[in-house]
């Protein structure tokens, strides 16, 4: 069965500072699709940034990027120039073409002015 | 994107009572999942649902404690069925994209609490 493990229950950056949450997966596939998610106090669910395990490039959105290793199973998530506004939950997810997503236990970050 | 509105957000329960949380989206999807997130947990999936056939159940979890209706392509409901403390959750509706490449989106959450 397939897992996802975040093992930083709580991190912390000051602003501006660049930080990397960790996050590693067990699977058999070679298909498959990785996430990651904030969920802010408001308890809403916004993605971060996906990454497709087929493409060997790593994702970047604006501040956040991925380190993609496929052979090591391991998705972290770097923020940079971290702002008050990131604070939140990061949850590092999983899926394999259109099954359900699996998640991770999270991660809670912190930023510091 | 979709854009799901879930109600309600928050309600105060008596155990032994029983809640609806409603979902409704602004486009026709063909799943629609139901997750709940105990408090300063990850997010475990309860079931999903398709329109015009029963829902499935993840490990776990029971059609009569958590029966769900999906009666078109749109909307769908979660009861929580005789309620207990231990019951006391973030519930959350979600859909995904049309594309397998897509992310889940998802709704506000209902915060519920049983006393």
């Known amino acids: 069965a397939q897992t996802v493990t975040q093992s930083q229950p709580e991190m912390s950056v000051q602003e501006a500072e660049t930080v990397t949450l960790s996050c590693t997966y067990d699977?058999?596939?070679?298909?498959?699709?990785l996430f990651w998610y904030k969920q802010p106090p408001s308890r809403q669910m916004i993605l971060v940034i996906r990454q497709e395990a087929y493409k060997q490039q790593n994702a970047t959105e604006n501040r956040f990027s991925v380190n993609f290793q496929k052979a090591a199973k391991s998705f972290s998530l770097k923020i940079s120039d971290s702002q008050l506004g990131d604070a939140a939950m990061y949850f590092c997810?999983?899926?394999?073409?259109?099954?359900?997503?699996?998640f991770g236990t999270g991660t809670r970050l912190q930023v510091f002015p | 994107s979709a854009v799901i509105s879930q109600k309600p957000s928050r309600d105060i329960c008596q155990r032994g009572t029983s809640l609806t949380i409603q979902c409704q989206v602004d486009s026709q999807v063909t799943m629609m999942f139901w997750y709940r997130q105990q408090p300063g947990q990850s997010l475990t999936l309860i079931a999903t649902?398709?329109?015009?056939?029963?829902?499935?159940?993840e490990s776990g979890f029971v059609i009569d404690k958590f029966p769900i209706s999906r009666p078109n392509l749109t909307f769908s409901t979660l009861t929580v069925s005789n309620m207990s403390p231990e019951d006391s959750s973030i519930y959350l509706c979600?859909?995904?994209?049309?594309?397998?490449?897509?992310?889940?989106?998802f709704g506000q959450g209902t915060r519920l609490t049983v006393v």
């Open positions: 979600s859909v995904e994209g049309s594309s397998r490449n897509t992310e889940a989106f």
């Open positions: 649902a398709n329109q015009g056939s029963e829902a499935t159940y």
């Open positions: 699977t058999s596939e070679s298909d498959y699709y």
């Open positions: 997810a999983y899926r394999r073409n259109t099954d359900k997503l699996i």
